[in-house]
């Protein structure tokens, strides 16, 4: 059974290659922060244009650009971590913070950044999320310690937000006709290139130059950037904006922001710390709250009712889950092949193009597939194969090299290829037009905090289990049974080779072994469950997304 036929401006269409954490639907269902009508739209959104003289390609370069830079320091970063981890000094939670702190502040102003787009002009907003992000750009790559480093990440996050809010609306603004379809087609490419450079790229010039420069090649590019929109692109506003949820706002940020940090805590003490249970506790209380104040706002931030909807709730679990699992885990697959396979950033982010292959080959097809077949049979399957692919990872030891993840890793791929399009058109599917632009935007925020709830996770577990492996493999060696807590710091902040170094000659051999079986171990570990994470994932969106829901919305 397919989907009911729909008109071609009906329906859902992804850019093929759409990268990781990001979801994309068609310009046409998007309202208010995210689509822009014609003058006399039958929901009151005006173009309201003012500025400079509009040149549509113009728009594009810039839109192109912004979303490039964002979308590249998704995962440029992964491959320099290790580097970033040496030449700072940083704990492995700290780590993990340089990236969730990206995460954390995308996820938490991305709808709001869409409403204040609506208010104040979208043209605005970008300029300020562009001047944003570049500055943030640059105190990242002038960091001299982790916290200025994650502090910065977060300013990165903020703009990042910001534009991606305001990208697609622009460009909806600034095209009609097929010329629209021409320029949806050149960023849904650029989104593909920047996800599948991006671990390239970061290990060219992390390699080549410095860790550093994975965030100052921003710097020429996003004052480019600057300078078109303020000389090229026009303004436009929505007639009937509504005000941010400012309320919703805070709240979801304090909650999630305590998940979070308790998780990351959960690594340096216990589940049973108090300050970790706090984190925890106080996170619960926060979401309920949160869950209150938008049933009683006039404005959401989160328009509870779209949860009614299996499908849109199987839309949100699967991004949660393909975030939570594969994506989540990058951080430590890159550890590994570069910690203790020994490659540097460049051979790492050669290898990690395995992945992103495999994420482009199945891209293309699935983007095509979804006007024909019922999306649950892309997305139920794909996030099978995300599952499959990370047991297929698993079984590594002390002997282990890198090719042992290829089969892994191609699968995977393909999962996400497969996911990723219908994934986008699903948030959208199912509602009327004028939440087009939350749904889309609820569905990207599940993505993000599947990304910064996931590394945490993961890393509590990893932790963990290699502390655990080294405390038993040691107890039995007179010379070592001491250096158990030792070891096993070193291997969560890469320090393992100043630690062998530092041994008797006779030690170091077996300790190096030793550190490698209680990584590989740790990874083991939390490769299961990342499947585990993405398997019951995919189980929930298959029986969950329905096609009478998009008939039912193609029929209004």
Known sequence: MTEPDRPDSARPHVPAHEAPGVATPH??????HLRITDEDSADGTVRGRSGPEPHKWWTLVAVCLGTFMLLLDVTIVNVALPDIQA????????????????????????????????LFGRRRLYVIGLVLFTAASLLCGLAGTSL???????????????????????????????????AFGVWGAITGLAVAIG?????????GLSWRWIFLVNLPIGAFAVVICLLRVAESRAQNARRPDWLGFVVFTLALSSLVYGLIESNQRTFGSGLVIGCLVAAGVLLLLFVLVELRSRSPMFDLSLFRLPTFSGGAVAAFGLSASIFALLLYLVLYIQDVLGFNAFQTGLRLLVLSGGIIATSAVAGRLTSHVPVRFLIGPGLLLVGVGLLLMRGLDANSTWTHLIPGLIVAG??????????ASTAVGVVDAH?????????STFRQVGIATGIALLGTLFTGQVTAAVRSATAGVPALADQGDRIATAIGSGGVAQLIAG??????QQVG???RTAFTSGLDRIMLVAAIIVLVSAVVAFFAIRSKDFAQQSAR
């Open 199 to 207: 671990p390239l790229l970061g290990g060219a010039l992390t390699s």
């Open 414 to 423: 393909a999962g996400v290829g497969m996911v990723n399009p219908p994934l």
């Open 435 to 443: 939440r087009a632009g939350m749904a889309s935007g609820i569905n």
């Open 87 to 118: 030449a700072l000094g940083t704990s492995f939670s700290g780590l993990q913070w340089v990236v969730d702190a990206y995460a954390l502040t995308l996820a938490a102003l991305l709808l709001t950044s869409g409403s204040l787009a609506d």
């Open 513 to 515: 072994a030793l550190s």
């Open 27 to 32: 310009p046409e269902h998007r309202p208010a």
């Open 148 to 182: 200025l480093l994650q502090l910065s990440r977060g300013l990165q996050g903020i703009g990042g937000a910001i534009m991606f809010a305001v990208s697609l609306a622009l460009l909806a603004d600034a095209f009609r006709g097929k010329d629209r379809g021409v």
């Open 503 to 508: 041994l008797p000659a006779d030690l170091r």
